[in-house]
């Protein structure tokens, strides 16, 4: 699937390759990424490099500090939690909506992320499980036609996915539980049935930080 991909600019270049190798785990979390160095490397300029680091750090997998540089992010057991508080109670309030405003193109654009999910899984692809993980939130959050909840959500999910690519053990697994889950709460939204779609998306997010690696570190 990457070899397929089209780059527009340098940057969306660099982005990609740099994103590929953090989830790929070529890249260890904390380390740094001299902007210099990623420039030679890929054959570019340090400025589509600065571009895709500021882009990876808004999803939270890079952290850039001034005067010193960008460096690989590694989140504390504390922050991955909080954040998860917070994914919840948005979701929560999402999937409450969406029961009530889901279409049928909604339920049909979900149940296809779930195939792409399951080929995910099928192939050990990290990269394009989290683009089918991500498309399914992001298609119950647009189904409840509240766009600044969307946007609160779609930001979120990529900060919550940057501790999957450090912390899941998405390789170790030989079934994913989120398809399941998933699958469930498609039938709750077909049903319309608003609160055991809550209980179902409040589970499916509480097992998942669950199953991060955690260290003992807040």
Do not use: W
């Not at 527009?8 to 160095?37: C, F, M």
Request: aromatic letters at 6%; glycine letters at 4%.
């Amino acid at each position: 699937m990457r070899d397929s991909r089209i780059y527009t600019t340098s940057a969306d270049y660099a982005y990609q390759e740099l994103r590929h190798k953090i989830i790929t785990k070529q890249l260890k979390p904390g380390q740094r990424l001299p902007e210099v160095n990623v420039a030679v490397q890929m054959g570019v300029s340090r400025t589509p490099v600065r571009e895709a680091l500021r882009r990876l750090s808004s999803e939270g997998l890079v952290i850039i500090i001034p005067n010193s540089g960008a460096r690989l992010a590694s989140p504390s057991a504390k922050e991955m939690e909080d954040t998860f508080i917070v994914r919840e109670m948005l979701e929560c309030l999402s999937v409450s909506a969406a029961a009530e405003k889901v279409q049928d193109k909604h339920l049909r654009r979900m149940e296809e992320y779930i195939l792409d999910e399951v080929r995910a899984v099928e192939d050990k692809n990290l990269e394009f499980y989290l683009e089918a993980y991500e498309g399914f939130h992001r298609t119950v959050a647009e189904a409840s036609s509240n766009r600044i909840l969307s946007d609160y959500i779609e930001n979120i999910l990529a900060r919550t996915n940057a501790y999957v690519v450090f912390f899941d053990p998405f390789y170790e697994q030989d079934e994913n539980p989120t398809i399941g889950e998933h699958k469930a709460i498609i039938g709750a939204l077909e049903k319309r049935d608003s609160s055991l779609a809550v209980d179902l998306m409040r589970s499916h997010l509480r097992r998942s930080v669950s199953c991060l690696k955690l260290s003992d570190e807040a």
